[in-house]
């Protein structure tokens, strides 16, 4: 026995973990089954390992997805050292710097029948709380294990998880007259992300399909935090200012960087926040036909509070109240959402209303016109637009709200976009308008739209590439 355990011992500094030592197991002949243990491993990168009491010591696999509940979705198994059988039932801290440093838990438990074990190949019965079925564990040409459920579904009626959910728009609009049929929410201003949480993996998808994964490190802790939960959340990516409301321009500077080195370091000066409303998809079911009202009340059970992320508590009824604390506040404005409302993917539905404190609008860039004075080598103006029937309309130019940064952002953005020929349709802006290719999304806040269809007084509030150039319509 001691042979068994000698990989486990010459791993670790049983001084410094609280790891058991493990005792001299005693060699036990081979049965017919025994006890299992699945113990949830926080280390650098969330595990699950599963142990089988074999002969006196723990056969050991680590599983970075965990079990699988579906036969069709084989899962990775990394074959460990052999634990000892006090590991069975070890739960706890193990320090830093040490051999699979981080905090380990039991996830599940139970006893198992086993039908065979062979040096590649091991078929059990699993009788956990959690866990219960056939698998079987098998090595694969290279030296990697799977593991594969040989039962039925655990849960006959699971769906696999959607790969896509094309998030819900809201219409503009004034706040609802039956009040107490909807709930309201802050509109959060960054960028919309979808999540899928899988087994502690994330991905982040944005409005356009682009994978935001890489750019909001920070946000990924939230599979880390959700353990081995499977889920889809909708919300809104935001960088908070010093008052904790959520800024627009500051998030800018999270959005145009092109390297892992570079949103490492900036994240460390503009974190950002996952701010999560809406849960799309559960543990194999999906939740779109669900009333809002109960989406929200699953949302609340999984608590989701962590460094980058939580779900703030929607209000029901008193919309009122909620606008003009947001006006005092200096925030966008809100949404209100009807509380019987199913989720409609990728529509742009009139049972979610945000209601603004002040007008903002995404548009096209189609052109800028060179600067003046202090900005002679800059640019003056952005000339843009919003599209109609298919068609780019001119909507005015945009003056104002730069800083120096954005201003050079911009710019360079606009050299490589440079063409002869206007690409408005219809009414044209002014004639020394240097035109680009229409690629380009602007968010500006305005006071009104002239009869005309012209913004009137728009400040420039960042560049975004998280929503296509086609999709941008006027708004009121
Ligand atoms: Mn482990």
């Known amino acids: 026995?001691?042979?068994?355990?000698?990989?486990?011992?010459?791993?670790?500094?049983?001084?410094?973990?609280?790891?058991?030592?493990?005792?001299?197991?005693?060699?036990?002949?081979?049965?017919?089954?025994?006890?299992?243990?699945?113990?949830?491993?926080?280390?650098?990168?969330?595990?699950?390992?599963?142990?089988?009491?074999?002969?006196?010591?723990?056969?050991?696999?680590?599983?970075?997805k965990g079990v699988p509940g579906h036969p069709d979705e084989n899962r990775l198994a990394v074959r460990t050292e052999d634990h000892p059988l006090e590991y069975l039932s070890f739960e706890g801290e193990i320090p830093k710097g040490s051999y699979g440093a981080g905090t380990?838990?039991?996830?599940?438990?139970?006893?198992?029948?086993?039908?065979?074990?062979?040096?590649?190949?091991?078929?059990?019965?699993?009788?956990?709380?959690?866990?219960?079925?056939?698998?079987?564990?098998?090595?694969?040409?290279?030296?990697?294990?799977?593991?594969?459920?040989?039962?039925?579904?655990?849960?006959?009626?699971?769906?696999?998880?959607?790969?896509?959910?094309?998030?819900?728009?809201?219409?503009?609009?004034?706040?609802?007259?039956?009040?107490?049929?909807?709930?309201?929410?802050?509109?959060?201003?960054?960028?919309?992300?979808?999540?899928?949480?899988?087994?502690?993996?994330?991905?982040?998808?944005?409005?356009?399909?682009?994978?935001?994964?890489?750019?909001?490190p920070e946000v990924r802790g939230l599979g880390d935090a959700l353990g081995s939960r499977r889920l889809i959340l909708d919300g809104e990516v935001v960088a908070l200012d010093g008052q904790g409301r959520p800024s627009f321009e500051r998030l800018q500077?999270?959005?145009?960087?092109?390297?892992?080195?570079?949103?490492?370091?900036r994240a460390r000066d503009i974190p950002v926040t996952y701010i999560v409303f809406d849960l799309l998809w559960l543990e194999g079911h999906s939740t779109l036909a669900l009333p809002y009202r109960e989406r929200r009340r699953?949302?609340?059970?999984?608590?989701?509070?962590?460094?980058?992320?939580?779900?703030?508590?929607?209000?029901?009824?008193?919309?009122?109240?909620?606008?003009?604390?947001?006006?005092?506040?200096?925030?966008?404005?809100?949404?209100?959402?009807?509380?019987?409302?199913?989720?409609?993917?990728?529509?742009?539905?009139?049972?979610?209303?945000?209601v603004k404190n002040h007008a903002a609008q995404d548009v096209v860039v189609g052109g800028y016109t060179p600067g003046e004075g202090g900005r002679a080598r800059s640019l003056g103006a952005l000339c843009v637009g919003v599209q109609e029937d298919g068609r780019l309309k001119y909507a005015g130019k945009v003056g104002t709200g730069f800083t120096q940064h954005t201003l050079g952002t911009v710019l360079s953005e606009l050299h490589s976009l440079e063409r002869e020929d206007s690409p408005f349709d219809g009414r044209q802006p002014p004639r020394d308008t240097r035109f680009v290719e229409p690629r380009l999304v602007a968010r500006v806040e305005f006071r009104e739209w002239t009869r005309a269809g012209t913004l009137r007084a728009p400040a420039f509030k960042g560049l975004r590439d998280d929503v296509d150039p086609a999709d941008v319509v006027r708004e009121t």
Request: net charge neutral.
């Open 1 to 64: 026995m001691a042979d068994r355990l000698r990989a486990y011992r010459v791993k670790r500094d049983l001084d410094r973990t609280p790891e058991p030592a493990g005792g001299d197991g005693g060699g036990r002949p081979a049965e017919s089954g025994g006890r299992f243990v699945i113990q949830e491993h926080h280390a650098s990168h969330l595990h699950w390992d599963l142990r089988l009491e074999r002969e006196g010591a723990l056969a050991s696999w680590a599983l970075p």
């Open 104 to 216: 380990m838990h039991v996830w599940d438990r139970g006893d198992y029948e086993c039908e065979k074990f062979r040096d590649d190949e091991v078929i059990v019965t699993l009788k956990g709380e959690r866990v219960g079925g056939r698998y079987a564990l098998f090595q694969t040409r290279g030296k990697n294990w799977m593991i594969h459920r040989m039962d039925p579904p655990a849960d006959p009626t699971a769906e696999p998880m959607p790969e896509t959910v094309a998030p819900m728009l809201a219409k503009l609009g004034p706040l609802p007259a039956d009040d107490d049929a909807f709930g309201y929410e802050i509109k959060w201003d960054g960028v919309r992300v979808v999540a899928h949480v899988d087994a502690g993996h994330v991905t982040l998808t944005g409005r356009n399909g682009t994978d935001f994964t890489p750019r909001y």
């Open 253 to 265: 500077s999270r959005m145009h960087l092109a390297s892992p080195s570079a949103v490492k370091r």
């Open 298 to 354: 699953l949302l609340a059970g999984l608590e989701l509070v962590g460094p980058a992320w939580r779900a703030p508590a929607h209000r029901e009824g008193e919309g009122r109240a909620l606008l003009d604390a947001s006006k005092q506040q200096d925030l966008e404005g809100i949404v209100a959402k009807r509380l019987d409302s199913p989720y409609e993917p990728g529509r742009r539905s009139a049972a979610w209303i945000k």
